[in-house]
């Protein structure tokens, strides 16, 4: 069974670009994560889907990230206009009701440096 | 607004020794806590989790939880080169899934 899947891997853009990132979960998995993690801390929940509705998205910075997940699979994040301190690993991440608890498998994540 | 504490390490031990990462926690409310292991360059992935006071044994892996203490431990049994990583500890943040991660202890295992 494939993982959840993340692209790109890795992305450079300069200051004030645009980016965008996309996941593809888990078959199955209703609920989607966007995580953001920085060098040497732990991931920070960015926003949360059940299925297509955001139940979670209070530490979205909503000037200038955005997010959607058409029809309850895939996932899109969005970064317009990006600053220097943007750069990090956003990790993208799905679970079902029947998994064990706080049982998230994340992606591989896209790690964006800001130039 | 809750936080979990942990010593960043690097926490070195030799091959076969034990290894105890610990954790701690703000919110005496919190229930539920979780260890995930990254690699380096990798994704997280769940090791154990725990919810009630005591320990929690997973082949060589214990979990261990005290509420009144407000901490949480993991402890490695014959620690190998191959647990070399870095393990976030993870409370529930009260809403399903939305775990609220320390920043890790980078742990090394030396051959």
């Known amino acids: 069974e494939a993982g959840v899947v993340q692209s790109p891997r890795y992305k450079i853009i300069e200051k004030k670009q645009p980016v965008a990132f996309w996941c593809n979960p888990i078959s199955g998995h209703n609920t989607l994560y966007w995580y953001l993690q920085n060098l040497g801390q732990g991931p920070e929940l960015l926003i949360r889907?059940?299925?297509?509705?955001?139940?979670?998205d209070s530490q979205l910075p909503k000037d200038r990230f955005s997010a959607e997940r058409l029809k309850g699979v895939d996932s899109t994040l969005k970064i317009q206009p990006a600053e220097l301190g943007d750069s990090a690993v956003y990790l993208c991440?799905?679970?079902f009701g029947g998994g064990a608890p706080g049982e998230l498998f994340f992606g591989e994540g896209s790690r964006l440096t800001v130039l | 607004q809750k936080e979990v504490e942990q010593n960043s390490g690097p926490l070195s031990v030799p091959e076969g020794a034990i290894a105890s990462l610990n954790c701690t926690y703000s919110d005496r409310g919190s229930q539920s806590f979780f260890w995930y292991r990254q690699y380096s360059g990798k994704s997280p992935e769940l090791i154990m989790f725990?919810?009630?006071?005591g320990d929690k044994e997973d082949g060589r892996f214990t979990a261990q939880l005290n509420k009144a203490s407000q901490y949480v431990s993991l402890l490695i049994r014959d620690s190998q080169p191959s647990d070399s990583a870095t393990y976030l500890c993870?409370?529930?943040?009260?809403?399903?899934?939305?775990?609220?991660f320390g920043k890790g202890t980078k742990l090394s295992v030396k051959p």
């Open positions: 889907y059940e299925n297509e509705e955001a139940v979670d």
């Open positions: 725990i919810y009630s006071n």
């Open positions: 993870a409370e529930d943040g009260g809403s399903q899934g939305n775990l609220i």
């Open positions: 991440a799905s679970s």
